[in-house]
């Protein structure tokens, strides 16, 4: 389920000189179909279903009531807005951990992509700026315990894991376990706002979450959360908002060149397999990268015909557990990519 999230997340362009990778060992082999173009690979393969809900339907929220624009929906606040449960100058979050290693709870993890309002462009250096309660459903006010902030990288993407948060009575009912968001893209008003997560039997009743149109709609809020297979809750949202972003040259760039089509296993603890398609005959490469946009390992980089390949990632040992991208280029495009999560 994750993996077919983030195939609706696209991989901006990387500095690659001035990065460092390890890189211990890859293989690359042509797979048996033979086709002659983008078409007929999608109609022969698996991913033909796949391509064509690849347009994300994004969930994200407004700062005011606005339709769509180019088929995605901008960013709306939330009903009850900031809460009286907000601290001024929250600490930077160190290594994406939000909540402490000891913190009681289910532990989750929250990422995604900030994007211009018409979804062509990321927006890196975005502040966004979280907190939420704690398992019992309370909040540090004294301190800064659940609370902090990160910025987007070049790509404009964020992550950060935390626990799942408790709930608290709001007057005779339950609020709905949530996580408050400040986002301020680089010279743009702060949006502030507040998610949700799917099958929370408090969701119907609550003032804010329950609001389904006008300029406080949550629909797009509430999101699902996935097991990752070690305990941890993974759920993805991306952010919408106005802002001065970087190209990412959409454009169905994917389906017009080539695409990561699956990564497996994953999570994974020796090697991981990709499995990709080129559609026209061109340069293709292969990389994977680190949560900062550095590059870790350069798996494949040579002209293919168009067909459908697979490669295979072993870390050195010296690359340490966590969340890695596999990044596919196009005649030096990026055009693809999709999220990992290493553990040793």
């Known amino acids: 389920m994750l993996a077919e999230l983030f195939l609706r997340?696209?991989?901006?362009?990387?500095?690659?000189?001035s990065t460092i990778g390890?890189?211990?060992k890859y293989?690359?082999?042509?797979?048996?179909?033979?086709?002659?173009?983008?078409?007929?690979?999608?109609?022969?393969?698996?991913?033909?279903?796949?391509?064509?809900?690849?347009?994300?339907?994004?969930?994200?929220?407004?700062?005011?009531?606005?339709?769509?624009?180019?088929?995605?929906n901008p960013?709306?606040?939330?009903?009850?807005?900031?809460?009286?449960?907000?601290?001024?100058?929250?600490?930077?979050?160190?290594n994406n951990q939000l909540a402490g290693a000891t913190e009681a709870g289910t532990r989750i993890s929250i990422s995604g992509v900030v994007r211009t309002l018409d979804c062509t462009e990321v927006i890196p250096n975005t502040i966004v700026d979280v907190w939420h309660a704690n398992d019992p459903g309370q909040y540090d006010n004294s301190?800064?315990?659940?609370?902090?902030?990160m910025t987007s990288n070049e790509q404009g993407f964020y992550l950060f894991e935390t626990i799942y948060p408790g709930k608290y009575l709001n007057g005779s009912v339950y609020r709905p376990a949530h996580i408050h968001f400040k986002i301020t893209p680089p010279g743009f008003p702060?949006?502030?706002t507040q998610l949700y997560f799917e099958g929370d039997q408090d969701l119907a009743s609550d003032p804010a979450s329950s609001i389904t149109s006008g300029n406080f709609n949550a629909s797009d809020r509430i999101i699902s959360l996935t097991d990752n297979g070690l305990g941890t809750l993974e759920g993805t949202w991306d952010i919408i908002v106005d802002g001065d972003g970087v190209s990412t040259g959409m454009d169905d760039i994917h389906l017009n060149n080539g695409m990561i089509y699956e990564v497996a296993p994953n999570p994974y603890s020796e090697e991981v397999n990709i499995r990709y398609g080129v559609f026209k005959?061109?340069?293709?490469?292969?990389?994977?990268?680190?949560?900062?946009?550095?590059?870790?390992?350069?798996?494949?980089?040579?002209?293919?015909?168009p067909d459908k390949y697979t490669a295979?990632?072993?870390?050195?040992?010296?690359?340490?557990?966590?969340?890695?991208?596999?990044s596919l280029k196009i005649n030096d495009m990026q055009v693809h990519y999709q999220k990992t999560l290493l553990v040793r």
């Not at 990389?287 to 293919?304: H, I, M, P, T």
């Open 9 to 17: 997340v696209w991989y901006g362009n990387s500095n690659l000189s």
């Open 22 to 24: 390890y890189f211990s």
């Open 27 to 72: 293989q690359s082999k042509a797979m048996s179909d033979t086709n002659t173009g983008r078409r007929k690979f999608l109609k022969n393969s698996s991913i033909a279903a796949l391509a064509t809900g690849i347009i994300p339907a994004f969930a994200v929220a407004t700062k005011a009531a606005q339709p769509a624009i180019g088929g995605c």
């Open 75 to 94: 960013t709306t606040l939330d009903y009850y807005g900031e809460g009286p449960f907000y601290t001024q100058n929250p600490p930077d979050i160190v």
């Open 143 to 149: 301190g800064f315990n659940l609370r902090g902030k």
């Open 190 to 192: 702060t949006i502030t």
């Open 281 to 305: 005959k061109s340069k293709a490469t292969l990389s994977v990268f680190d949560l900062n946009g550095k590059l870790v390992a350069e798996l494949s980089e040579e002209q293919l015909n």
């Open 312 to 326: 295979t990632w072993q870390p050195d040992a010296s690359i340490p557990s966590g969340h890695y991208f596999v």
